[in-house]
Nanobody, 118 residues
Framework: QVQLVESGGGLVQAGGSLRLSCAAS????????MGWYRQAPGKQRELVAA???????NYADSVKGRFTISRDNAKNTVYLQMNSLKPEDTAVYYC????????????WGQGTQVTVSS
């Protein structure tokens, strides 16, 4: 079974930085596709950044140049470095994992709150 635990959220002023971590349990982590999503009040959950097992990344246009997703397969952990934060980045951030060899595979963490004050 896959379990995901996020950490690193908090309150930060606009222009500041935070680093989110997602620790995963389960085997064959290096083969998983990982992503960070966020959901602001009254809005749908949206993809922020994703990273494949091969290290390919993609980002939402709104965070390009400010956020960086990375993974440490030795630690079964994926990170989201967030710089130049804006009030509109305020949301609950969720870690997502998919094992591409299992159709429909999809796991979520419990979420971590990020609040950016102006």
């Amino acid at each position: 079974q896959v379990q995901l635990v996020e950490s690193g959220g908090g309150l930060v002023q606009a222009g500041g930085s935070l680093r989110l971590s997602c620790a995963a349990s389960g085997s064959s982590f290096r083969g998983w596709a990982m992503g960070w999503y966020r959901q602001a009040p009254g809005k749908q959950r949206e993809l922020v950044a994703a990273i494949t097992s091969g290290g390919d990344t993609n980002y939402a246009d709104s965070v390009k140049g400010r956020f960086t997703i990375s993974r440490d397969n030795a630690k079964n952990t994926v990170y989201l470095q967030m710089n130049s934060l804006k009030p509109e980045d305020t949301a609950v951030y969720y870690c997502n994992a998919k094992r591409p060899w299992i159709p429909g595979d999809d796991f979520w963490g419990q979420g971590t709150q990020v609040t950016v004050s102006s």
